[in-house]
């Protein structure tokens, strides 16, 4: 993965830490241009989703939070006594992460993190985006073993963008775009005071194709919460 996509999100994000609260993100998909503020990523959890509270309360064992931003599921899931290692890409997000009281964390992916196995592996706010692409989730399904002990578990959210964002595929049930892309195979860049990344890809996938793709690469997939309003949900992977 190129730094020079994140570079942006990783100054917000330490700009807000060192008291720029009024500090705003510009994200571009295929869709739209929005801007989020940052203070999102330093929620507390009295302003977690549903969605989150209930992923908290699924995860069991130690804990590997991938894509951990500022740390805040990290946090609490350490004051519940949960041995947690949290991971993001880029060092300035890892010292954010160690000043804000994560005691174990480190620069890596997911495809890269040297440990032992997991009981579960934390993947919110779209983890399995990381995976780019439908063969990535397929990859994904490959690789990601190693990271779970036996009985063990992802935890992860995703959305399906026909809900909200594509309404015409939505009424058709389309999983291709025109361009033949799967209709969650978006194209993202994110901009900070005028500092613009490098263009990405970002998956997110329905419930049904998550299922699917889980079960020909022999991992079981239980949709915990099913798609609210906006299309997201959250789901269970057990290799």
């Not at 992916?109 to 040297?114: A, I, K, P, S």
């Not at 690789?143 to 309404?167: F, Y």
């Not at 969650?184 to 998956?203: A, I």
């Not at 049904?208 to 079981?220: F, I, K, M, P, Q």
């Amino acid at each position: 993965m190129d730094l020079n996509t994140w570079k942006p999100h990783a100054a917000a994000m330490e700009a807000y830490h060192r008291g720029r609260h009024d500090a705003v993100l510009v994200v571009y998909d295929d869709f739209e241009r929005d801007e989020v503020p940052i203070s999102y990523f330093f929620r507390g959890p009295d302003q977690f989703t549903p969605l989150e509270r209930l992923a908290l309360d699924l995860c069991r064992g130690r804990v590997l939070d991938v894509g951990a931003g500022s740390g805040c599921h990290s946090l609490v899931l350490q004051e519940r006594g949960f041995e947690v290692t949290a991971i993001e890409i880029l060092p300035p997000l890892v010292r954010i992460l160690q000043e804000r009281g994560v005691r174990d964390a480190r620069s890596a992916t997911w495809m890269d993190v040297e440990a032992e196995p997991f009981e579960t592996v934390f993947m919110m706010m779209n983890g399995l985006g990381l995976t780019e692409t439908l063969p990535g989730l397929r990859r994904f399904f490959s690789e990601a073993r190693r990271l779970v002990r036996p009985g063990g578990q992802v935890l992860a959210d995703s959305t399906d963008v026909r809900v909200r964002l594509d309404p015409e595929a939505g009424r058709t049930g389309a999983l291709e775009r025109p361009d033949g892309r799967y209709v969650g195979e978006l194209h993202f860049q994110v901009e900070y005071e005028g500092l613009k990344g490098d263009p990405f890809p970002q998956l997110y996938v329905d419930a049904a194709t998550l299922r699917r793709y889980a079960r020909e690469e022999g991992w079981d997939c239980d949709i915990v919460r099913d798609p609210d309003e906006y299309g997201n949900y959250l789901a269970r992977l057990t290799p």
